[in-house]
């Protein structure tokens, strides 16, 4: 053994203590790997498909048609006056494909990748964080349909456009952080595996996703109202489709709530982050 060999230090890897899983300099250092866990993530999701990539056009298309038939048709609930209900819908599966994507992708993140996070050393907040990268793309192709769709139909959006990314942003916050929460938790408890996707599909009854907040009876809008997504699909479909503006307070809940969810579920993933390797 020669003497530098002797002499080089030991890098030890210790548990942070503090409430964040990484510090922002560890995470940009790894922005290259970053990157490529998304990309991973968008090339197994369509490989040995027969459509490929063509499923990100189809999804959104599909899933807002058959929204439109069972609560525009059937139901027989009212868009907007001036918009087209399919583009009502569209839009609203654009915000909702952003927190569904997100959360069932964020949640089950650390389980499919087991072996990688016991053998490899590597911020563990980079695996959750990429599946938002590739649900961004998915979203940006939804924005795309449905701009489309908004030229042909005559419906131009107003000012409040500029308001879309925040929106965007506070819906990836809520996702997220339950998405972090869930993963986390999945690591020891894979009963949450069963339950997220139930969570998830029962939510989407439960929000003004293909109608909007004024079509809920009176009588259960408060419970609506209790549901940050509400707020958050109200606000987005107005940036997007100049519908109402939804009311101050409803915007400020679904806001905080957002960004709490986001803190809390980052303190149960570094909570719980210490045990990842040995429990997974």
């Given at each position: ?38 990309a991973r993530d968008i090339t197994l999701r369509y490989r040995q498909t027969a459509l490929g990539v ?51 992708r964020a949640g089950g993140v650390m389980v499919s990748n087991a072996s990688m996070v016991q053998k ?161």
């Open positions: 053994m020669t003497e530098s060999a002797r002499t080089k230090p030991l890098l030890t890897i210790r548990p942070r203590k503090g409430w964040l899983p990484s510090n922002p300099r560890e995470l940009w250092e790894f922005r290259e790997l970053l990157r490529r866990f998304a063509t499923w990100v056009v189809l999804q959104p298309l599909l899933a807002a048609g058959i929204l439109s038939f069972v609560f525009g048709g059937v139901a027989n609930l009212p868009a907007p006056p001036g918009i087209p209900y399919f583009v009502f819908a569209l839009a609203g599966m654009t915000a909702w494909n952003a927190f569904s994507n997100t959360v069932t490899v050393f590597f911020p563990r907040l980079l695996l959750p964080l990429s599946t938002v990268l590739s649900t961004l793309l998915d979203v940006g192709v939804s924005l795309v349909l449905t701009g489309i769709l908004m030229a042909v139909t005559g419906v131009a959006p107003g000012p409040a456009v500029l308001l879309l990314p925040v929106w965007l942003l506070l819906v990836l916050a809520l996702a997220v952080g339950i998405g972090l929460g869930a993963g986390a938790t999945m690591v020891r408890y894979r009963d949450v595996s069963y339950v997220l996707p139930v969570a998830v599909q029962f939510l989407l009854y439960a929000s003004p996703v293909a109608y909007s907040l004024a079509a809920v009876p009176s009588s259960a809008k408060v419970w609506f109202e209790l549901n940050p997504l509400t707020g958050l699909l109200e606000g987005f479909r107005w940036s997007l489709l100049d519908t109402t503006r939804p009311g101050a307070g409803l915007v400020v809940y679904a806001a905080v709530s957002s960004i709490l969810v986001l803190v809390v579920g980052l303190g149960l993933f570094t909570r719980m982050e210490r045990q990842f390797a040995d429990v997974i």
